[in-house]
T-cell receptor
Framework: AQTVTQSQPEMSVQEAETVTLSCTYD???????LFWYKQPPSRQMILVIR??????QNATENRFSVNFQKAAKSFSLKISDSQLGDAAMYFC????????????FGKGTKLTVNP | NAGVMQNPRHLVRRRGQEARLRCSPM?????VYWYRQLPEEGLKFMVY????????ESGMPKERFSAEFPKEGPSILRIQQVVRGDSAAYFC????????????FGPGTRLTVT
């Protein structure tokens, strides 16, 4: 079974600085999707960014970018110019296409942004 | 287009009672997923349904839990004879296609069993 590991239970960053959240996963498949979700205190799950495994280019969405290392099975999230509104739980998730399309989540990293 | 709606947002049940959680998918979405989030944990997949069909229930506990997505109306997650360990946040996600990046999440229902 696929597993997703987030080794940093908590991280903190100063406003306007850059922070990187780590994620590793375990799979024997070659075709899959990876995601980062944000869960603010409201608990609403918000998709931040996604990466298709067949794409070599790292995904970018405004201040959010990923470092996808397929061979190392690593998928880190970089947040640039951190803002107070970025404070939340961040979950890394994996999906194996062709099945039930369920998402497999890591345990999350709590990000604190200090003013 | 209204988002995924879940109700109630908070539900308190005594041990042994039944809990019914409702999920109204976004308009045009025929795929529904239920996830459970225990305290300090990530979301865990429970069940995937299409209209009138259960596609994958591999994450559902074998007893006391059931789910349905009828032709008309919301999807229902039903927990019979609740126990303290059922206390969690239950999230529903819907999508128009079976593609993972089109799953939109609802705000969740927080179930507390006393």
């Amino acid at each position: 079974a696929q597993t997703v590991t987030q080794s940093q239970p908590e991280m903190s960053v100063q406003e306007a600085e850059t922070v990187t959240l780590s994620c590793t996963y375990d799979t024997s498949e070659s075709d899959y999707y990876l995601f980062w979700y944000k869960q603010p205190p409201s608990r609403q799950m918000i998709l931040v960014i996604r990466q298709e495994a067949y794409k070599q280019q790292n995904a970018t969405e405004n201040r959010f970018s990923v470092n996808f290392q397929k061979a190392a099975k690593s998928f880190s999230l970089k947040i640039s110019d951190s803002q107070l509104g970025d404070a939340a739980m961040y979950f890394c998730a994996y999906n194996q296409p062709g099945g039930s399309e369920k998402l497999v989540f890591g345990k999350g990293t709590k990000l604190t942004v200090n003013p | 287009n209204a988002g995924v709606m879940q109700n109630p947002r908070h539900l308190v049940r005594r041990r042994g009672q039944e809990a019914r959680l409702r999920c109204s998918p976004m308009k045009g979405h025929s795929h529904v997923y239920w996830y459970r989030q225990l305290p300090e944990e990530g979301l865990k997949f429970m069940v995937y349904l299409q209209k009138e069909n259960i596609i994958d229930e591999s994450g559902m506990p074998k007893e006391r839990f059931s789910a349905e997505f009828p032709k008309e109306g919301p999807s229902i997650l039903r927990i019979q004879q609740v126990v303290r360990g059922d206390s969690a946040a239950y999230f529903c996600a819907s999508s128009p296609t079976p593609l993972p990046y089109e799953q939109y999440f609802g705000p969740g229902t927080r179930l507390t069993v006393t």
